[in-house]
């Protein structure tokens, strides 16, 4: 079976640094999707990114990129010049090429912008 | 604003009690998806719909169903509740249900079960 470890329950950086969230899963198919989520305390969830397994470029999306070492099965999330309204929950998750896969959530790391 | 909206905002009821869920998908949207958020479990997938019909099945109780309906709102019935399934629910929505498709999420309910 899948799983998605964030090894980081929680982390604080300040503003305009940059920061790297860690997450690491186990499968043995060779073509997924894997994504990052962002729930702020607004408890929304909101897609951040997202990596197909069979694409070696890293997704990047304005601040948020990724490092995807699909060898290593880790998928990390940076984030640069971090903003307050970065702080939030941040899931990292995974879900195969079948159609009735279902998606597999991290426990999610906890990130806080200090002014 | 995702689009996507979820009736009640927060529940609170007492153990045994069943309780309806509410989702509304964002117009267009063919595919409904649930989620349970608890403390314990971390977010759970628990059931996808795609117009209309069953497409795949998460970590969903028995006591818990779900059904979408020919306007393809859906709704989540959860019954003989338990102090355990107090979580925040989540309801999501996809344009075709596929693997490539961005799912948007809405609000959420907030089930408090006492």
């Known amino acids: 079976a899948q799983t998605v470890t964030q090894s980081q329950p929680e982390m604080s950086v300040q503003e305009a640094e940059t920061v790297t969230l860690s997450c690491t899963y186990d499968?043995?198919?060779?073509?997924?999707?894997l994504f990052w989520y962002k729930q702020p305390p607004s408890r929304q969830m909101i897609l951040v990114i997202r990596?197909?397994?069979?694409?070696?470029q890293n997704a990047t999306e304005n601040r948020f990129s990724v490092n995807f070492q699909k060898a290593a099965k880790s998928f990390s999330l940076k984030i640069s010049d971090s903003q307050l309204g970065d702080t939030a929950m941040y899931f990292c998750?995974?879900?195969?090429?079948?159609?009735?896969?279902?998606?597999?959530f991290g426990k999610g790391t906890r990130l806080h912008i200090l002014p | 604003d995702s689009g996507v909206t979820q009736t009640p905002k927060h529940l609170i009821t007492a153990t045994g009690q069943r309780v309806t869920l509410r989702c509304s998908p964002r117009?267009?949207?063919?595919?409904v998806y649930w989620y349970q958020q608890s403390l314990d479990q971390g977010l759970q997938f628990l059931i996808q719909y795609y117009n209309g019909e069953e497409r795949a099945k998460g970590n969903i109780l028995e006591r818990f169903s779900a059904q979408q309906f020919p306007d393809l709102h859906s709704e989540l019935n959860l019954s003989s509740l338990e102090l355990g399934d107090s979580a925040l629910y989540f309801c999501?929505?996809?344009?075709?249900?596929?693997?490539?498709?961005?799912?948007?999420f809405g609000p959420g309910t907030r089930l408090t079960v006492l």
């Open positions: 990596q197909e397994a069979y694409k070696q």
């Open positions: 117009s267009g949207d063919l595919s």
């Open positions: 999501a929505s996809s344009p075709r249900g596929g693997i490539v498709d961005e799912q948007f």
């Open positions: 499968t043995s198919e060779s073509n997924y999707y």
């Open positions: 998750a995974f879900r195969g090429m079948n159609r009735d896969d279902k998606i597999i």
